[in-house]
């Protein structure tokens, strides 16, 4: 990286530097209904929520997941279980979305002459 007026000052180097902040939060409600002795279904529903942010964008986003499992009790007292459920599973990447927008580091020659106090089409050598 180099100063942008070097005619007045000498190049300055620095690091490139880039940071992501993100969250994620997850809020889910399930409950149990006793359909019959030894029968009972679990529906339930998720709230995902999740932030990513930095020097170029601010992204938010969220998912709404449905589930529900069934258990039933062979023997309806307490023995053996046989259980099922379909639910959806989701991952917010947004901290990866936020990183390519950042983009790469960037690097630049000054094309600035001292002996002929002029910007030219190829770097002094």
């Given at each position: 990286?180099?100063?942008?007026?070097?005619?007045?000052?000498?190049?300055?180097?620095?690091?490139?530097?880039?940071a992501?902040?993100?969250?994620?939060?997850?809020?889910?409600?399930?409950?149990?209904?006793?359909?019959?002795?030894g029968?009972?279904?679990?529906?339930?529903?998720?709230?995902?929520?999740?932030?990513?942010?930095?020097?170029?964008?601010?992204?938010?986003?969220w998912?709404?997941?449905?589930?529900?499992?069934g258990?039933w009790?062979?023997?309806?007292?307490?023995?053996?279980?046989?259980?099922?459920?379909?639910?959806?599973?989701?991952?917010?990447?947004?901290?990866?979305?936020?990183?390519?927008?950042?983009g790469?580091?960037?690097?630049?020659?000054?094309?600035?002459?001292e002996?002929?106090?002029?910007?030219?089409?190829?770097?002094?050598?």
């Amino acid at each position: 990286m180099f100063a942008n007026e070097p005619q007045f000052e000498a190049p300055r180097f620095d690091w490139w530097r880039g940071a992501t902040t993100s969250s994620s939060t997850v809020f889910a409600v399930e409950d149990r209904v006793t359909i019959a002795p030894g029968f009972w279904l679990e529906p339930g529903v998720a709230v995902v929520l999740g932030r990513a942010t930095n020097r170029s964008v601010d992204l938010r986003r969220w998912a709404l997941l449905p589930q529900i499992a069934g258990v039933w009790d062979l023997e309806a007292r307490g023995g053996p279980v046989v259980r099922g459920g379909i639910h959806d599973r989701v991952n917010l990447d947004l901290p990866g979305f936020a990183a390519h927008a950042q983009g790469e580091p960037f690097y630049r020659q000054c094309r600035f002459n001292e002996a002929t106090n002029r910007f030219t089409a190829t770097a002094p050598g």
